[in-house]
């Protein structure tokens, strides 16, 4: 069996067995709240289901950090080397 063969028959046998992963459309958010197919649901499929991004105080604070550290992504704390702060 060839490769696309064996994916076919893997992703045949996820969508008999349900398990196969469909993406949604969130048409509205508010606060941790979504809106999928027209029904009003708490978002626990993110990390924001508290909705603390939304959050005005928050948002003011994250950007007075972003303002006097920067931002930037970095990598798990394993990966990283452990610094002071500096403003660039």
Do not use: H, T
Not at 14 to 27: E, G
Not at 38 to 61: E, H, P, R, T, V
């Amino acid at each position: 069996m060839i490769l696309l063969d064996e994916i076919d028959s893997s992703l045949k046998d996820l969508k008999k067995r349900s398990l196969f992963r469909k993406r949604v459309v969130v048409s509205e958010r508010k606060k941790n709240q979504i809106k999928i197919n027209g029904c009003w649901l708490i978002n626990f499929a993110s990390n924001d289901y508290l909705g603390l991004s939304q959050n005005s105080s928050i948002k003011k604070a994250i950007i007075s950090g972003i303002n006097k550290y920067g931002n930037g992504g970095v990598a798990p704390i394993l990966f990283q080397v452990i610094q002071k702060p500096i403003k660039i």
